[in-house]
């Protein structure tokens, strides 16, 4: 598993609630050299790529090209991954020779009348997985039963609930103050 600073996860966990997963802008505290830094490490690891940014849609731009144009950054299925989010299969365009989306329209009809798939499962053994089967038992998990059963952050628990499980998969993730236990969370059961 891949290892992640807060600063890292922020960048990610940010990403994932974006459309199309762009990382842009990057934290208030986190600028020049600095930024530098922690994006081309993110790089390096395949958690971010850069990709030509679309500057009629307003797309960020992460760096000028020299050319008249300019990339922005976007989290790859690794890095969504790393903070135990499935990657989103539908969220997949055809891509161009540089990796950017393809302007070419497809011409698949069946396909394009087909109704939208609905939220997926995620794959067993999953740490997503696990975490579902804690909210799922009959007495919920609190934070601290999910981060040792995980190896996750506090921030990333939270970050998945709000995000894989209730805007992703649809789950509709309940809480309540449980007195010598803390706040437990739960989901319904199937």
Do not use: C, F
């Not at 459309?19 to 934290?27: D, N, Y």
């Not at 950054?73 to 989010?85: C, N, R």
């Not at 609190?142 to 990333?156: D, N, R």
């Amino acid at each position: 598993m891949t290892q992640l600073s807060d600063t890292q996860a922020m960048i990610l966990s940010a990403a994932a609630r974006r459309p199309e997963h762009i990382a842009l802008p990057l934290p208030k505290s986190l600028r020049g050299g600095g930024a530098a830094k922690v994006v081309g490490t993110m790089i390096a690891k395949g958690l971010l790529q850069e990709v030509d940014a679309d500057l009629r849609k307003g797309e960020p731009v992460w760096r000028e090209t020299g050319d008249g144009h300019g990339t922005t950054l976007v989290a790859t299925d690794a890095g969504l991954s790393a903070i135990g989010i499935e990657p989103d299969d539908a969220r997949t365009a055809p891509t161009g020779t540089n990796g950017a989306p393809s302007d070419t329209p497809t011409t698949d009809t069946a396909t394009q009348s087909e109704p939208a798939p609905k939220a997926r499962a995620p794959r067993e053994g999953t740490k997503q997985a696990t975490l579902i089967a804690m909210l799922r038992a009959p007495d919920g998990a609190t934070i601290e039963e999910i981060t040792a059963a995980t190896g996750w952050q506090s921030h990333t628990v939270r970050g998945a609930m709000a995000g894989a499980l209730k805007k992703k998969l649809g789950l509709e993730v309940t809480s309540e103050k449980v007195e010598g236990r803390g706040r437990v969370y739960s989901l319904p059961r199937d």
